[in-house]
């Protein structure tokens, strides 16, 4: 035998006795019980769920009465109002200008603008293609003002 063999056969022992120490300890034994009568509360919980659900409807009931009886105040002040306003509104008309008068228009105290006469023709003018196109612009010159 070599060394290897012993230790193996003494760790396969330890685990055979604690097979055997695990096996003889038996779990208690347990005592026939009776189960106990329970009560289930859904009949309570459902009583207590319907007068809930009462309480919420006829909150929310009432939240709609008072929310159209508001509605109905506010529309009578309302009209009242437009009431009113139609009372104290009166129709004013224009006032009659002054015919007998005669009608003197007023010399304006600005300058006169002085015209100017456009240049179509000369070659100093403004010209997109020649500002944009630098290298066209000789032709454009020769060619287009020509």
């Known amino acids: 035998m070599t060394k290897v063999e012993p230790l193996k056969e ?14 003889t300890k038996a779990p208690p034994a347990k005592e026939n019980k009776k189960p106990l009568e329970f009560k289930l509360h859904s009949g309570d919980r459902a009583v207590k769920r319907a007068m809930f659900n009462y309480s919420v409807a006829t909150n929310y009931y009432i939240m709609k ?3 159209k009886q508001e509605e109905r105040l506010q529309k009578l002040i309302e009209e009242e109002e437009i009431r009113m306003l139609r009372k104290e509104m009166v129709p004013k008309a224009q006032l009659m200008p002054f015919f007998d ?18 240049s179509f023709g000369s070659v100093n003018s403004t010209c997109w293609t020649c500002v944009f196109n630098n290298q066209h612009y000789l032709y454009h010159i020769n060619h287009a003002h020509a």
Not at 10 to 23: G, M
Not at 108 to 117: A, V
């Open 101 to 118: 008068r005669p009608f003197l228009p007023q010399r304006s105290s600005r300058p006169l603008t002085m015209p100017k006469e456009p």
């Open 65 to 67: 009465l008072q929310k």
């Open 10 to 23: 003494r760790a396969h022992e330890k685990t055979k006795a604690a097979a055997a120490k695990n096996v």
